[in-house]
């Protein structure tokens, strides 16, 4: 009978000084995990191209952060941390994360920066568990201005200027990410240029990476568990460029688990569709993988929902070995951290 997983059963100690607190000093520097074979083989991120072939795909995610952190008050003088969490398209209006003593009511104002006044409209989203606000003008070009960029919670320093360089992708074009998709932040144009002198071709999609990323798994069961809902696009020039890599025979190549996720999430209906929509998909041990062959990842919070999609993708007992390898040979961790590639393995069935 195929193995109930737990949440626990992702569980790993790991060392506080492995987490990364600012980016190796060039992108492409870090660490590689390959852990596509027995024993996995220790490179740098560089190497990448050396290890894909010509008519294989990479998929970036091209989402661009916002300085979705703002610091303010109440208009009781009670200080007030915010992150937005999503701008309503064609609107002045947010979901935001309020941190306060007492949670502003609606029909109250929040002012941040000491530089403009956002009205709280009311809860929102799962639970009721955000504010809707409305900004007095547009929320994108206040964010740039007076928001902070939104570091992990693990990473422990303020943001500084170099953060607002690198954490984030040298593609990143569309706004709307509050987390960044770390896989892809270890591509320079240096290493994409040598890709595509390799064969190697290139398509994108959009995931706008929510906070909820970083929320820990509160129940053991996973069934048990509700997966934050973020928005996502397939453009028909991406879903072209994949039927072309599967009929040339080449592989599709994941940059991060946001654009796996976006991908899979696509293909849900049987076959790959384009188009924007939300996803709350949650992968896990089991999964039937309809379109990544290959996926370039960071390495995942313990209990993660993100380490039971890559158990889910390379299989369990791989992707336990892998970290306890990364962990012995004092790989990094997290944001900021080194990576690994993957292959996709059967869709595994445990027996207890």
């Known amino acids: 009978m195929p193995r109930e997983f737990t949440v626990s059963d992702f569980d790993f100690a790991l060392p506080p000084e492995l987490i990364a607190q600012h980016p190796a000093a060039e992108r492409s520097a870090s660490r590689l995990l390959d852990g596509r074979s027995q024993p996995p083989v220790d490179r740098i991120f560089r190497d990448l191209p050396d290890l894909l072939l010509p008519g294989d795909l ?19 003088g009670g200080s007030v941390e915010g992150l937005i969490e999503r701008v309503l398209p064609g609107t002045n209006e947010v979901w935001a994360h309020l941190r306060a003593s007492k949670s502003p009511k609606p029909g109250s104002w929040v002012r941040f920066t000491n530089a403009f006044d956002a009205e709280v409209l009311g809860r929102c989203g799962p639970d009721d ?20 960029v939104p570091l992990p919670p693990y990473i422990e320093h303020a943001d500084e200027a170099d953060d607002v360089r690198r954490y984030q992708t040298v593609f990143a074009r569309e706004p709307g990410a509050v987390a960044a998709p770390t896989a892809a932040l270890h591509f320079d144009d240096a290493l994409l240029a040598r890709l595509g002198a390799r064969g190697v071709a290139t398509a994108h999609v959009t995931l706008h990476v929510g906070a909820g990323t ?8 996973l069934s048990e568990h509700k997966m934050h809902s973020e928005w996502f696009e397939v453009p028909p020039e991406t879903v072209a460029a994949i039927a072309a890599c599967k009929a040339r025979g080449g592989r599709v190549v994941a940059v991060g688990t946001t654009t796996l996720r976006a991908l899979e999430s696509a293909a849900q209906g049987g076959t790959l ?3 924007a929509r939300e996803t709350a998909i949650f992968i896990t041990p089991g999964f039937d993988f309809r379109v990544v062959d290959v996926l370039v990842t960071n390495f995942h919070l313990p209990k993660s929902t993100l380490m039971m999609l890559v158990s889910a993708f390379a299989g369990y007992e791989a992707i336990m070995a892998l970290y306890r390898h990364a962990i012995a040979g004092q790989y990094r961790f997290f944001s900021y951290g080194d990576a690994m590639l993957l292959q996709r393995t059967a ?3 445990q027996h207890g």
Do not use: C, W
């Open 58 to 76: 990479l998929v970036f995610n091209n989402t661009r952060v916002i300085k979705a952190r703002l610091y303010g008050q109440k208009a009781t």
């Open 129 to 148: 568990g955000m504010f809707h606000l409305r900004f007095p003008s547009d929320p994108f070009a206040l964010l740039e201005q007076h928001g902070h």
């Open 214 to 221: 970083f929320q820990p798994v509160r129940v053991d069961t």
């Open 273 to 275: 569709q384009a188009g």
């Open 347 to 349: 869709a595994e069935v």
